[in-house]
């Protein structure tokens, strides 16, 4: 069947635009087609641009370090309660 010769693959990478020379990320999702003696006929891809995700990633990455951070080594006892006033978690 068709789908026994087709190998899926999902991937991230970086690839520089050449009208500008900016490097962004993108999602290549795609299937290598083969032929029933497993050589390659075809490669089909859809690129979507994921940048913005990747940085938004790595801006909420970085807050929730910090806010991490200051939980742990603040002065003062911080708490966090679910929506039934129960204790989620309280710093030392």
Same mark, same amino acid.
């Not at 708490?79 to 129960?86: A, V």
């Given at each position: 069947a068709a789908e026994d010769r087709a190998a899926l693959?999902?991937?991230e990478a970086r690839i520089c635009r050449d009208n500008d020379s900016n490097w962004?990320?993108?999602l290549l999702r795609g299937a290598a087609v %083969? =032929? /029933? +003696? +497993?050589a !390659? %006929?075809? @490669?089909?891809a859809v690129g979507v =641009?994921?940048?913005a995700l990747r940085q938004t990633q790595a801006e909420l990455a970085t807050t929730a370090a910090r !806010?991490? /951070?200051t939980y742990e080594n603040a002065? /003062? +006892?911080l708490?966090? @309660?679910?929506?039934? !006033? %129960?204790y989620v978690a309280i710093n030392e």
């Open positions: 693959f999902d991937v962004r990320w993108f %083969r =032929d /029933a +003696g +497993g !390659l %006929r075809a @490669l089909t =641009d994921i940048h !806010l991490q /951070a002065p /003062a +006892g708490c966090i @309660l679910d929506t039934e !006033l %129960r």
